[in-house]
T-cell receptor, first 113, second 113 residues
Framework: KAGVTQTPRYLIKTRGQQVTLSCSPI?????VSWYQQTPGQGLQFLFEYFSETQRNKGNFPGRFSGRQFSNSRSEMNVSTLELGDSALYLC????????????FGPGTRLTVL | AQSVTQPDIHITVSEGASLELRCNYS??????LFWYVQSPGQGLQLLLK??????LVQGIKGFEAEFKRSQSSFNLRKPSVHWSDAAEYFC???????????FGTGTSLTVIP
C-alpha cells in the first residue's frame, strides 16, 4: 500500500506570493492533518480535516488555510508569504480521527526568499 | 495545556551501547503517546505507540518505551544502538479529540563507531 504522498517536495517562493501544497493520504484513510516544522518552533499542528470538514485548527494566522476533497486528498494554502513561513510542511493521515495512529508523508520543503 | 518535554537536545552514544531518550508530558487525561524518528530530509516514521494496557511497549527496530503515569514519562530505550539509528527522535502526545498531536522539540542522536 502506498504511503502518504506530498507534492511538490521542494518549493521556492518570494515574499507576498501564495502557495498551495498537496497531500494524498494512504488509501482508505479519511483523516488528514498538517504540521509545520521549523528549527525554532519545532513541529506545530496546523489543522485537521475529516470528511471534507476542518475539525481542529492550530494557532496560526488566517493566511494559512486548507481544504479536503471527497477523495480525502487535502491541500493547504498559504497566502501573502512571509520569510518566517519557510519550513517543512508535513501531512499525516489516519483512518479516522478516532484512530489516533498517524502516518506522515515526506513533507514539502518551502523556502521563502 | 498539553505539552511535551524532551530534555536532551542532543545525545551521543557509541555503537553497541544502550540508549535512553527521555520524554515527559503534561496532559490532564489518559494520554496517547508516540515516538517518531526522522532522518534528514525525511518525514516522520512511527517507532511505537502507547494507548492503554501494558506499560512497556515494543516497537520497530528494536526500540521499546515504558509509560510511567506517576512520573508523566514515556522514555524510549534500545539495548544496543546501531549506526543507522542516528536521527532525530520526537515524542508526541495525542489528545482525545481528533488527531492533533503535541510534539516535543526532539532529541538528535549521534552514533559514533
Amino acid at each position: 500500500k502506498a504511503g502518504v504522498t506530498q507534492t511538490p517536495r521542494y518549493l521556492i517562493k518570494t515574499r507576498g506570493q501564495q502557495v498551495t501544497l498537496s497531500c494524498s493520504p494512504i488509501s482508505g484513510h479519511r483523516s488528514v492533518s498538517w504540521y509545520q516544522q521549523t528549527p525554532g518552533q519545532g513541529l506545530q499542528f496546523l489543522f485537521e480535516y475529516f470528511s471534507e470538514t476542518q475539525r481542529n485548527k492550530g494557532n496560526f494566522p488566517g493566511r494559512f488555510s486548507g481544504r479536503q476533497f471527497s477523495n480525502s486528498r487535502s491541500e493547504m494554502n498559504v497566502s501573502t508569504l512571509e520569510l518566517g513561513d519557510s519550513a517543512l510542511y508535513l501531512c499525516a493521515s489516519s483512518l479516522d480521527p478516532g484512530e489516533k495512529e498517524q502516518f506522515f508523508g515526506p513533507g514539502t520543503r518551502l523556502t521563502v526568499l | 495545556a498539553q505539552s511535551v518535554t524532551q530534555p536532551d537536545i542532543h545525545i551521543t552514544v557509541s555503537e553497541g551501547a544502550s540508549l535512553e531518550l527521555r520524554c515527559n508530558y503534561s496532559y490532564g487525561a489518559t494520554p496517547y503517546l508516540f515516538w517518531y524518528v526522522q532522518s534528514p530530509g525525511q518525514g516522520l516514521q512511527l517507532l511505537l505507540k502507547y494507548f492503554s494496557g501494558d506499560t512497556l511497549v515494543q516497537g520497530i527496530k528494536g526500540f521499546e518505551a515504558e509509560f510511567k503515569r506517576s512520573q508523566s514519562s514515556f522514555n524510549l530505550r534500545k539495548p544496543s544502538v546501531h549506526w543507522s539509528d542516528a536521527a532525530e527522535y520526537f515524542c508526541a502526545v495525542g489528545v482525545n479529540t481528533g488527531n492533533q498531536f503535541y510534539f516535543g522539540t526532539g532529541t538528535s542522536l549521534t552514533v559514533i563507531p
